[in-house]
């Protein structure tokens, strides 16, 4: 098989989808593939195997696996690889597929900043549920700063919106004030079927309700600040906004003039979050950041790095039409 007949694969592997794409050289698409989420870190071992092969099985139903020549799988949660027991569940089920190259299992901030630009350097961020930023170094992972965690920080995440929210509703009971815009709606989500009035009593029944959940829940509430437009929520978004270029700028020496590349399901075009973001860090002169494309579509042309001689033109071709 000559070089410009080699396919190469992409996997996209996130807490809510699992997403593969199989190309060739010439970045035109010869299967996609799609599952539910693949995270190591937020479903089991077993579960998160079966997700990513079978979004891989679905795009490489079309093609000979043996014509595919590099695989990239950006993983959220790949740090578990480490741990022996999901690595032989992986390469069991991997070695089903009848895949012949080799496959690197790299960060999804890799990929994300390979979604957006071509470049071999910058920084990434990435605010969806969590939020981290990361420093990329010839296509690699080097730094990272923030992704810390609910319990530790991931400022200006959906986590922390909607734990926002609801500290605002319950500062809002602590004054004694009734529940208005952003904060209505926060009591109407958490408490649908409360009858109580009283700012005490709602306060009480809104502490139960968050901390009868699953803490990451407070995610869910994020889209009642980013489609509210009430000062609370304003400021809210501003302070995310904030924390995110920090987080951003601490991965960046001064001076840097290397591409920021945004990602995540809060930084697209249109969020509140994502143009906040945008905008404060034109102002502190970071320039205008990049919107990463398919995570699927970035894998792959860092899967087909050493196999092209045109890594800019594919990388147009795949990733700016995928």
Do not use: Y
């Not at 070695?95 to 690197?104: F, K, M």
């Not at 990361?134 to 200006?156: C, M, N, S, V, Y």
């Not at 407070?218 to 980013?226: D, M």
């Not at 792959?300 to 147009?316: Q, R, V």
């Amino acid at each position: 098989m000559h070089c410009d007949e080699a396919l190469v694969l992409g996997l996209d592997i996130g807490g809510t989808s699992s997403r593969a794409l199989v190309c060739d050289l010439s970045g035109r698409t010869r299967g996609t593939g799609e599952a539910a989420g693949g995270n190591p870190n937020s479903h089991p071992a077993d579960q998160a195997v079966r997700q990513i092969t079978a979004a891989t099985r679905s795009a490489l139903a079309q093609v000979d696996p043996a014509a595919v020549r590099g695989c990239v799988v950006g993983m959220a949660g790949v740090s578990k690889m480490a741990d022996p027991r999901f690595a032989e569940q992986f390469h069991r089920g991997w070695a089903e597929l009848g895949l012949t190259c080799p496959v690197r299992t790299t960060s999804d901030c890799e990929v994300a900043f390979a979604a957006g630009t071509s470049q071999p350097c910058g920084t990434v961020l990435i605010a969806g549920t969590g939020a981290i930023a990361a420093r990329i170094e010839r296509h690699r992972l080097t730094t990272t700063a923030g992704g810390h965690g609910w319990l530790l920080g991931d400022e200006g995440s959906a986590f922390w919106l909607g734990r926002e929210a609801v500290r605002a509703a319950l500062a809002a009971c602590d004054r004694g004030e009734p529940l208005r815009g952003l904060t209505g709606a926060v009591r109407a989500r958490l408490l649908p079927d409360a009858v109580a009035d009283s700012p005490a009593d709602v306060r009480k029944q809104l502490i139960s309700a968050v901390h009868a959940a699953p803490p990451i829940r407070l995610a869910e509430l994020a889209p009642l600040v980013t489609t509210s437009s009430d000062d609370t929520a304003v400021d809210i978004v501003r302070r995310a906004a904030e924390a995110l270029a920090d987080t951003t700028a601490r991965t960046r020496p001064p001076g840097d003039a290397s591409p920021i590349v945004l990602a995540g399901s809060l930084l697209a075009p249109g969020n509140p979050v994502g143009d906040a973001v945008r905008a404060e860090l034109v102002e502190r002169g970071l320039g205008a950041p990049h919107t990463a494309g398919s995570g699927a579509a970035g894998a792959a042309w860092l899967a087909a790095l050493d196999l092209t001689s045109d890594p800019a033109g594919l990388h147009e071709r795949l990733v700016a039409t995928t």
